[in-house]
């Protein structure tokens, strides 16, 4: 069993950054790769970024890609979300996900989840 739970979300002006960070529980966090998603009101939930087990690997949806970088530390347990250069298309609510092993894309395929933290963008 993992619990998570993310912190950092909050409202910034276009062009800002923000940090996010999620806390994971237990004592097996290094042998999960973890999943940031976003959720905006009226769409579905989205894929952001993936960091495998060992934080050698990540991947990035086409819209944050080179804005956006994910990061791990496993003697934390903890994973992060650094996002530079905001829009206001990236507003929603962003939530951490884990799965065993190896990154990927599709939210089903994530068995634990965190409560989500909102990020607000003004423009």
């Known amino acids: 069993q993992v619990q998570l739970v993310e912190s950092g979300g909050g409202l910034v002006q276009a062009g800002g950054s923000l940090r996010l960070s999620c806390a994971a529980s237990?004592?097996?966090?290094?042998?999960?790769?973890m999943g940031w998603f976003r959720q905006a009101p009226g769409k579905e939930r989205e894929f952001v970024a993936g960091?495998?087990?060992?934080?050698?690997?990540?991947y990035y949806a086409d819209s944050v890609k080179g804005r956006f970088t994910i990061s791990r530390d496993n003697a934390k347990n903890t994973v992060y979300l650094q996002m530079n250069s905001l829009k206001p298309e990236d507003a929603a609510v962003y939530y951490c996900?884990?799965?065993?092993?190896?990154?990927?894309?599709?939210?089903?395929?994530?068995?634990?989840w965190g409560q989500g933290t909102q990020v607000t963008v003004s423009s």
């Open positions: 996900a884990a799965r065993r092993f190896d990154i990927d894309s599709h939210y089903g395929a994530y068995d634990y």
């Open positions: 960091i495998n087990y060992s934080g050698g690997s990540t």
């Open positions: 237990g004592r097996t966090f290094s042998v999960y790769a």
